[in-house]
C-alpha cells in the first residue's frame, strides 16, 4: 500500500514514524513495508551462510588439490580471491540480480530494499557486502544484530551506511471495512465537490482513518489536522469548522465510495440495455 502526501505538507519522517514501518520515497509517497524481525533475518542470514560455506568447501576441494602447494604465494593468491568472491562478489551479484533476495531471504520471505522502497542497486550490494565481511564474518554477526534491534526499522549496520532495509513480503493482509458516512455531515457531503479529491490524498486519508487505532495520539491529531487541511482546500464547500478532522475524512471517503458505486451502476446498466438492443437488431447476414 501507498500513501502520498502534499509536496511540503508533512515532514517525512514523523509521517513515516507515524504511519508505522513505511518507508518515505522522493515524492513524499509513504510505503508501508513491514520490516523483517531480528529472528527473520537471523534465519535467512544462517542460511544464506550455510551456502557460502558449502560453496567454498566445494570450490576448494576442487580447486586446492591443483595448486603447487609448495608456492605458498600462489595459494595465499587462489585463497585470497575465493574468500573474495565468497564474501563479497557472490552476495553482491545474487542480492543486484535478484533484486534484494538470497535463498535466504527467499524461504523466510524478505527481501532488502532501498530506503525510498525502490530495489537495491550495485552499489547498496556492494556497501553491504563489504560491511558485513567484517560485522558478520570477522565478528559473528555480533554488532548486525546489536544494531538491528537497537535500530526502530531493524537495520545493521551495513544498512545504515548503504541506505537499505530488510522488510517481510509476506505480511498478511489486513481486511479494512467501508467507511461509514457520519450522519451529521451527510448533507453536507451530498453537496460538495469531493470529485476534485486527488487520489492519492484519498488514500492517505484512508490509512489513517484504518490505522488510527494504532498510531500514537499526539501523531494521529497532527496527521488527522494536516489531512483535514488538506481536503478542506480541495473540497468545496468546505466542511463545517466545527467538525472534527476524522469525522470530515470519512465524510469525504463515504461520498467519493458512494458516487463511485451510482456511477458503477449507472455504467452496468448502461451496458446492459446496450446489449439488449443489439439483441434485438435484425441478423442481416
Known sequence: ??????????????????????????????????????????????????VVVVVGVLVAVVALPRLPLDDTSAVA???????????????????????????????????????????????????????????????AGGPALIT??????????????????????RAARQEVGAVVMPPEL???????????????????CRQ???????????SRERLGAMLRADVAERVFPPPPASAPPERVLAAVLAERRRRDLDRLRRQEAQRREDAEQLHRLPFTG
Open 208 to 218: 489513517l482513518l484504518a490505522r488510527r487505532g494504532r498510531l500514537n495520539p499526539t
Open 148 to 169: 538491528a534491534l537497537a535500530n526502530r526499522r531493524g537495520k545493521r549496520i551495513g544498512d545504515l551506511l548503504a541506505g537499505t532495509l530488510v522488510v517481510r513480503e
Open 77 to 139: 593468491t587462489v585463497v585470497g580471491l575465493l574468500l573474495a568472491v565468497l564474501f563479497v562478489v557472490l552476495p553482491v551479484a545474487v542480492e543486484t540480480l535478484t533484486r534484494g533476495r538470497s535463498l535466504g531471504r527467499l524461504v523466510v520471505g524478505t527481501r532488502v530494499v532501498r530506503d525510498d522502497g525502490g530495489p537495491v542497486r550495485f552499489r547498496h550490494a556492494l556497501v553491504r557486502a563489504l560491511t558485513g565481511v567484517l560485522e558478520l564474518w570477522l565478528l
Open 186 to 204: 451527510a448533507g453536507w457531503a451530498a453537496s460538495a465537490d469531493v470529485g476534485a479529491l486527488p487520489p492519492p490524498l484519498a488514500l492517505a
Open 1 to 50: 500500500m501507498s500513501t502520498q502526501v502534499g509536496a511540503g505538507r508533512w515532514e517525512d519522517e514523523a509521517l513515516a514514524h507515524a504511519l508505522g514501518t513505511g518507508v518515505v520515497t522522493g515524492d513524499a509517497v509513504v510505503l508501508e513495508l513491514p520490516r523483517a524481525s531480528p529472528a527473520l533475518r537471523l534465519v535467512s542470514g544462517l542460511l544464506d551462510a550455510a
